[in-house]
């Protein structure tokens, strides 16, 4: 029985939601020969997390101006976040998420190496083991993508991709391989504004919110699985909220649009609150699923561009 009884929950729901708690950590799934695979799978933020971007769909236009100044980060720089889910009166930890830039070379250029990994507690293993990585390589300068790279194995499926961006002729070269199938080599019309998520990651930091007024929109493109998304995120003003690493925090606070899914809630039901300062560090990212609510929290830093100059309190 998949359901309540008494107060209590059966074991077969409580494993079901367990799981979903994985799906839903890099943000967003979809069916695939009848079995689920990871859309964006760690939020995992901001984000994927968390993630901040998550699978999203919107009918809008496609984004003409994404010109914009890294005060944000910088190379050596590390974030790290821990995910609940909560149902009602439970309360879990479901997994951990962490992410890096550093410098690196890429076809003898330097460029920014993003890295965002992310895996559940062993002691969740015996019934649904995740161990993901996701890569972007990206110009120090424009902070467009070069090359993406995702690792990703859940239960006992896996998703490897590798895109090779290419902005003279405005296509990704992509190489996509699912499972124990062959690799399915193929090519995406991009526009210039076209990023990979660890890239919009990095450019929704590097965003000027200085003259955004309450519920303006800001517009946001990327790739995933094969797929270019014309997306945006809302702005929802600013807010004071308690981080149990910080304290009492002056955030800047968003919603980015949703499509609804497996174990999404359509709608701008996600919300994340960013450090309202030069370096926009997410905080805390709050999200409906079809049963229960995810959160990430903030759980350590390092190597930060900037001094947190919005903490009101300790």
């Known amino acids: ?79 790290n976040f821990k995910i609940y889910y909560n149902w009602g009166v439970i309360w879990m930890d479901a997994g951990e998420v962490s992410f890096s830039a550093t410098i690196t070379e890429l076809n003898a250029r330097k460029v920014y190496h993003f890295v965002g990994a992310g895996g559940s507690y062993p002691k969740y293993d015996w019934f649904y083991k995740v161990n993901d990585k996701y ?68 450019y929704t930091r590097c965003l000027d919110f200085s003259k955004s007024k309450k519920n303006d929109t800001i517009p946001i493109t990327f790739v995933l699985d094969g797929k270019v998304y014309y997306s ?39 919300v994340v609150w960013v450090t309202d300062d030069e370096n926009k560090i997410p905080i805390y990212v709050e999200t409906p699923i079809i049963v229960g609510v995810i959160k990430v929290k903030l759980s350590g830093y390092y190597g930060l561009r900037n001094k947190i100059d919005c903490i009101i309190s300790k």
Do not use: W
């Open 1 to 79: 029985m998949n359901h309540l009884i008494c107060g209590f929950i059966s074991e077969t729901s409580l494993r079901e939601n367990l799981k979903n708690i994985y799906l839903a950590i890099m943000v967003g799934t979809n069916y695939l020969n009848s079995k689920l695979y990871i859309k964006l799978s760690s939020i995992h933020l901001l984000f994927y997390l968390c993630l901040f971007i998550a699978a999203v769909s919107c009918p809008i236009k496609a984004q003409k101006n994404c010109t914009s100044t890294n005060k944000a980060f910088q190379a050596g720089e590390s974030l």
């Open 135 to 202: 890569e972007s390589y990206f110009d120090t300068l424009t902070l467009k993508p070069l090359r993406f790279i995702r690792d990703v194995h859940e239960g006992g499926t896996s998703a490897k991709d590798d895109y090779i961006f290419n902005f003279q002729k405005n296509k990704i070269y992509t190489m996509e391989k699912r499972n124990n199938k062959p690799a399915k080599l193929d090519s995406i019309n991009i526009t210039s504004c076209t990023n990979d998520i660890g890239t919009a990651i990095y």
């Open 232 to 270: 945006y995120i809302r702005y929802l003003g600013k807010e004071i909220i308690n981080s149990e690493l910080l304290g009492n925090v002056r955030c800047i606070k968003f919603s980015p649009k949703l499509v609804e899914g497996t174990i999404f809630k359509g709608g701008e039901g996600m």
